[in-house]
């Protein structure tokens, strides 16, 4: 590329662009994106559709979700904060508590935005590997902190492996921490979870240095229209809003979820169902003889290694859209009912070639 003469901030520069799962063709299961393969809650389209005042502003703290937010989870209206997508607020998080050189810690391999937006607040992040089992080494995240450390991010599950974080690890990692130091929880995929030992975020709300993310992208399947939330201190939450560009959370957005929020049993058990199908692909794909870490999310885990590329090109050729860590592994969402069997049908034929 030619320069120019502007000076872009050389970190900036270096970042590569954003890789966003594949679209699918018509007749191929887009599976790379863990999005939600049901179409949004009854209600929602219509209330969306309802709302069609695009000449006015939004409220810009989505006042009533926060409010009908708070009293799902039991807290108080000032302790809930709404972003344009989980991702944003954790953005906000990171902007508002580091300066350049701090640290962020992280377990890796996680979500891939970690990284990235730790690198825009001009803070080095610090990659602990994930321990046996793809599960996040507490130990060794508390061991790396430093007097540079201002976030820890703790995504349960994990992005892109699966496995929980138990409450007991997390309350022992707890104990560790400075209370000076903000720990985040990304809870993104909360809603699948069936682990009863799994960390409950929410009831950390009133601990002043714990964050819970969580979003309307995954369950409730509002991943086009961005919307997700905290829950913590509210001077953590200001701060964090302080950061924020205004108004980015649309009305519309914000009609989607309130409505969603009204068809809980609905919810319930659309999660049910892609529970089922996750434990039915983790089970046929173990039968085949890989070696699937604990799936709590709606996706599984390959550990492919080497062979990465040339497994997903596979997938991709039977019609599957799956998202390929090249070196590592592959990311397969759960999607529609038949693309189970797809899934575990290419696992299948792929499987003889590994060593
Ligand atoms: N956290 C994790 C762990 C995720 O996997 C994702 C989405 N891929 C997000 C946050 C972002 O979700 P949102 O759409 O709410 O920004």
């Known amino acids: 590329m030619t320069d120019i003469p502007v000076r872009v901030r050389p970190e900036i520069a270096a970042l590569p662009p954003y890789k966003q799962g594949k679209q699918a063709g018509a007749d191929a299961f887009k599976l790379s994106s863990n999005e939600n393969p049901f179409d949004p809650l009854p209600g929602v389209s219509e209330a969306v559709a309802a709302a069609s005042a695009f000449n006015r502003y939004p409220d810009a703290t989505a006042g009533l979700l926060r409010a009908r937010l708070a009293e799902r989870f039991g807290v108080g209206d000032d302790e809930v904060h709404v972003g344009a997508g989980s991702v944003s607020i954790l953005a906000q998080l990171v902007l508002a508590t580091c300066t350049p050189g701090d640290e962020v810690i992280f377990a ?21 590997p994930l321990a046996e089992g793809a599960r996040h080494d507490l130990d060794a995240m508390a061991d790396a902190i430093t007097d540079r450390t201002r976030v820890v991010i703790v995504c349960t599950p994990n992005n892109p492996t699966g496995p929980i974080v138990t409450q007991a690890e997390f309350d022992a990692f707890l104990a560790r921490v400075p209370d000076d130091l903000l720990v985040v929880l990304d809870e993104a995929y909360a809603e699948f979870v069936t682990d009863p030992d799994a960390v409950d975020g929410v009831r950390h709300f ?28 509210p001077r953590v939450l200001d701060a964090a809003r302080s950061t924020t560009i205004p108004l980015s959370v649309t009305a519309h957005a914000e ?24 434990d039915r692909l983790a089970a046929g794909l173990r039968d085949l003889g890989w070696d699937i870490p604990q799936a709590q999310g709606n996706f599984v885990w390959l550990a492919t290694g080497e062979q990465t590329t040339d497994v997903a090109e596979a997938f991709d050729t039977g019609g599957l859209i799956v998202r390929a860590f090249a070196g590592d592994g592959i990311r397969i969402s759960v999607g529609e009912e038949e693309s189970v069997e797809k899934v575990l049908g290419i696992a299948a034929s792929v499987v003889k070639d590994l060593p």
């Open 255 to 278: 009609t989607a979820a309130l409505a969603s929020l009204d068809h809980e049993d609905e919810l319930i058990e659309r999660v049910r169902i892609v529970g089922e199908r996750r």
């Open 206 to 233: 009133a601990q002043p240095n714990v964050v819970v993310l969580r979003t309307f992208s995954k369950a409730f399947g509002l991943a086009g229209l961005r919307v997700g939330y905290a829950i913590g201190h």
């Open 108 to 128: 890796w391999r996680s979500f891939e935005a970690y990284p990235w937006l730790a690198v825009l607040a001009g803070a080095n992040p610090v990659m602990v």
